[in-house]
């Protein structure tokens, strides 16, 4: 029986789905858009189409730590 692997969205449409979620918590700050945020960024940097382990790959590890302290921050208030 084949294995049953759900394939990631386009990495491009993962980036756009992550401004938009930056720019929806400009708006509103919210813990749901935080976690978001940080599953988009997880997707990002563990994509098989992530080529550029240095320019951009250091950028989005960066933003993850952030993220992810916004997150619990958010959700322990």
């Known amino acids: 029986m084949p294995h049953n692997s759900v ?6 449409v993962l980036k756009m789905q992550l401004s938009f979620q930056l720019r929806s918590y400009l708006r509103q700050h919210t813990d749901l858009t935080a976690r978001r945020i940080v599953l988009l960024l997880e997707s990002i940097l563990t ?3 992530n080529l550029d382990p240095y320019q951009e790959v250091c950028g ?3 933003m993850l730590l952030q993220w992810r302290a ?3 921050c958010a959700s322990n208030s």
Request: glycine content about 0%.
């Open 7 to 12: 394939t990631p969205p386009p990495i491009e």
């Open 60 to 62: 989005y590890h960066k």
């Open 70 to 72: 916004m997150a619990c």
């Open 47 to 49: 994509h098989p189409d």
